[in-house]
């Protein structure tokens, strides 16, 4: 059979063992499992609709990355760092690797300079001037972990990084953290999240809430100063996971986030879908009002013009003290599950503006049911004087749903909250799977592969067609996340024919990966031996 045979053999076991790996893995705890993606989508504000974008080479799937764009070059788009885990959690490790997206060509490209911040996740990144600025974040391996609070720049024009040592008492060492540029030219951090040990597998989480400004000395750009900020105005309470945007005005906006309660081996968060202000120019917090329909008010206010004179609050239905609105959605689980949402919108409601004059009072603010619901880690963006608001996560029980719903709030009329696009529970990713769908896969294993006889078979019928493909080599001293990343476009398409054109795309994702793993567990033991 010669090198060709036995090429075909090693291919064939490849995605055997792959198979039985998928398998293996399809009955682990569902808590563990996660599910990261490299794909890049378009939303078009004028059409409503999205659009997936396929650029060849981009940056390897990851999450907890920073993305930036800059005007430069017709428009560009850098993303640095963020970290991978494959489904089963056996692989995980941080990146450090910085990429940008030319956007008037649509190409992807790695930049390689030296000097930058090591890998980590939850940093956050902003650009400042000609710059791109970088604080903090942290890295995790599975024997510890380390909170950063340094501070880096990258130049878009020598495209080099510098560490920065601004003199003053900074942040202590966070990550998730607000990081905005003020229209005074400095940089603002507040809040976000960092753990320390407090004993042998005990760990203590604090949730920030301080703020401190980075500032330019005069005289140039490498000098930086921190200071400390009390601002004044309504804070937004004690959380970690919020959104963060700038508005045309140049203020601040926080939306949402989650504040975990934390007891030894128990975890409790309460998800928040408010919004605040930051009025730099004040050093001033605001929380967010919404004004409600005009439509709806002109129907109050007509409401009030005809009550009868002397009318007491009993007749009137105590319109003196309105009540709090409670708002109910549910979201529905492909097998079945309904996962009920309940929000209780105060009177208030929400609000970006200073106190509203008496005609526009809270008191006649309305909820038309739409406002999104709690969540955390949310998407951002403002264009054209709409704040927009994608997805995100929250937690139901012992399950972490993510979300891809969107919505929108013009920032100058503020009125109410518009749907773009609701939570289809199709397409709903539930990171704990439930006893039915075990069983249901349990039922498709035992109808596809229950009979070994049949599926060497299958493999002899496939060798024999010559549909077996010759697989990419493993390069000496290459890792297996570089042969990943090198090499994962195969194992996807390999994994499609494997599982079928209408299987889920975490499911072929998982294929992909066992059977790259499987391949290069091969053929690393055949490359050492040829060394020797």
Same mark, same amino acid.
């Given at each position: 059979?010669?090198?060709?045979?036995?090429?075909?053999?090693?291919?064939?076991?490849?995605?055997?063992?792959?198979?039985?790996?998928?398998?293996?893995?399809?009955?682990?705890?569902?808590?563990?499992?996660?599910?990261?993606?490299?794909?890049?989508?378009?939303?078009?504000?004028?059409?409503?609709?999205?659009?997936?974008?396929?650029?060849?080479?981009?940056?390897?799937?990851?999450? *907890?990355?920073?993305?930036?764009?800059?005007?430069?070059?017709?428009?560009?788009?850098?993303?640095?760092?963020?970290?991978?885990?494959?489904?089963?959690?056996?692989?995980?490790?941080?990146?450090?690797?910085?990429?940008?997206?030319?956007?008037?060509?649509?190409?992807?490209?790695?930049?390689?300079?030296?000097?930058?911040?090591?890998?980590?996740?939850?940093?956050?990144?902003?650009?400042?001037?000609?710059?791109?600025?970088?604080?903090?974040?942290?890295?995790?391996?599975?024997?510890?972990?380390?909170?950063?609070?340094?501070?880096?720049?990258?130049?878009?024009?020598?495209?080099?990084?510098?560490?920065?040592?601004?003199?003053?008492?900074?942040?202590?060492?966070?990550?998730?953290?607000?990081?905005?540029?003020?229209?005074?030219?400095?940089?603002?951090?507040?809040?976000?999240?960092?753990?320390?040990?407090?004993?042998?597998?005990?760990?203590?989480?604090?949730?920030?809430?301080?703020?401190?400004?980075?500032?330019?000395?005069?005289?140039?750009?490498?000098?930086?100063?921190?200071?400390?900020?009390?601002?004044?105005?309504?804070?937004?309470?004690?959380?970690?996971?919020?959104?963060?945007?700038? *508005?045309?005005?140049?203020?601040?906006?926080?939306?949402?986030?989650?504040?975990?309660?934390?007891?030894?081996?128990?975890?409790?968060?309460?998800?928040?879908?408010?919004?605040?202000?930051?009025?730099?120019?004040?050093?001033?917090?605001?929380?967010?009002?919404?004004?409600?329909?005009?439509?709806?008010?002109?129907?109050?206010?007509?409401?009030?013009?005809?009550?009868?004179?002397?009318?007491?609050?009993?007749?009137?239905?105590?319109?003196?003290?309105?009540?709090?609105?409670?708002?109910?959605?549910?979201?529905?689980?492909?097998?079945?599950?309904?996962?009920?949402?309940?929000?209780?919108?105060?009177?208030?409601?929400?609000?970006?503006?200073?106190?509203?004059?008496?005609?526009?009072?809270?008191?006649?603010?309305?909820?038309?049911?739409?406002?999104?619901?709690?969540?955390?880690?949310?998407?951002?963006?403002?264009?054209?004087?709409?704040?927009?608001?994608?997805?995100?996560?929250?937690?139901?029980?012992?399950?972490?749903?993510?979300?891809?719903?969107?919505?929108?709030?013009?920032?100058?009329?503020?009125?109410?909250?518009?749907?773009?696009?609701?939570?289809?529970?199709?397409?709903?990713?539930?990171?704990?799977?439930?006893?039915?769908?075990?069983?249901?896969?349990?039922?498709?294993?035992?109808?596809?592969?229950?009979?070994?006889?049949?599926?060497?078979?299958?493999?002899?019928?496939?060798?024999?067609?010559?549909?077996?493909?010759?697989?990419?080599?493993?390069?000496?001293?290459?890792?297996?996340?570089?042969?990943?990343?090198?090499?994962?476009?195969?194992?996807?398409?390999?994994?499609?024919?494997?599982?079928?054109?209408?299987?889920?795309?975490?499911?072929?994702?998982?294929?992909?990966?066992?059977?790259?793993?499987?391949?290069?567990?091969?053929?690393?033991?055949?490359?050492?031996?040829?060394?020797?």
């Amino acid at each position: 059979m010669g090198k060709k045979g036995k090429k075909e053999k090693k291919g064939r076991g490849a995605e055997k063992t792959a198979a039985k790996m998928e398998k293996k893995v399809s009955k682990r705890s569902r808590k563990e499992e996660t599910f990261m993606y490299n794909e890049l989508y378009i939303y078009s504000i004028r059409k409503g609709t999205w659009t997936k974008v396929d650029i060849p080479g981009p940056p390897p799937r990851r999450c *907890a990355h920073q993305a930036v764009v800059v005007p430069q070059g017709g428009g560009q788009l850098w993303i640095f760092g963020g970290e991978f885990a494959s489904p089963d959690g056996e692989q995980f490790y941080h990146y450090k690797d910085l990429w940008v997206l030319h956007l008037a060509t649509k190409t992807w490209e790695q930049i390689r300079s030296t000097g930058g911040p090591s890998g980590r996740s939850g940093h956050r990144m902003v650009a400042w001037k000609r710059q791109l600025i970088l604080f903090g974040g942290f890295h995790e391996s599975t024997r510890d972990y380390i909170y950063y609070s340094d501070v880096y720049t990258f130049s878009l024009d020598t495209f080099l990084w510098s560490k920065l040592s601004p003199s003053g008492p900074g942040p202590t060492p966070r990550s998730g953290c607000l990081m905005a540029v003020t229209p005074q030219g400095s940089i603002a951090i507040y809040g976000g999240y960092s753990k320390q040990r407090v004993k042998k597998d005990v760990d203590k989480g604090t949730q920030h809430s301080d703020m401190f400004l980075l500032k330019p000395e005069d005289g140039g750009e490498d000098k930086w100063t921190w200071t400390r900020v009390n601002p004044s105005g309504v804070k937004p309470t004690v959380r970690s996971g919020f959104s963060v945007a700038v *508005a045309p005005n140049h203020q601040i906006l926080v939306f949402g986030g989650v504040c975990d309660e934390e007891e030894e081996e128990h975890l409790e968060g309460s998800f928040f879908n408010d919004l605040y202000i930051y009025d730099a120019a004040k050093s001033r917090w605001f929380a967010a009002q919404l004004k409600g329909p005009k439509s709806e008010k002109k129907r109050r206010r007509r409401g009030k013009a005809d009550d009868p004179e002397g009318a007491t609050e009993e007749e009137t239905g105590g319109t003196s003290a309105p009540e709090p609105l409670e708002v109910i959605k549910e979201v529905v689980s492909e097998d079945g599950t309904v996962i009920t949402i309940k929000q209780v919108l105060t009177p208030s409601g929400l609000g970006v503006q200073p106190p509203p004059k008496a005609d526009d009072s809270a008191s006649e603010a309305s909820s038309t049911g739409q406002e999104p619901c709690p969540r955390s880690s949310a998407m951002l963006a403002v264009k054209h004087g709409l704040l927009y608001v994608y997805g995100g996560m929250f937690e139901a029980g012992d399950r972490q749903v993510t979300l891809s719903d969107l919505y929108c709030l013009d920032l100058h009329k503020m009125e109410e909250w518009k749907t773009l696009v609701e939570m289809d529970p199709k397409s709903q990713e539930w990171l704990e799977e439930s006893d039915s769908e075990e069983d249901s896969s349990s039922d498709e294993e035992g109808a596809e592969g229950g009979d070994e006889d049949q599926e060497e078979d299958s493999s002899e019928d496939s060798a024999e067609e010559g549909a077996d493909p010759q697989h990419p080599e493993v390069a000496h001293g290459e890792q297996y996340e570089e042969y990943l990343s090198r090499t994962e476009q195969h194992w996807l398409k390999l994994a499609r024919n494997h599982v079928g054109p209408d299987a889920k795309e975490k499911k072929v994702l998982r294929v992909a990966q066992a059977m790259a793993k499987a391949c290069f567990d091969d053929a690393v033991p055949d490359i050492a031996q040829a060394k020797h």
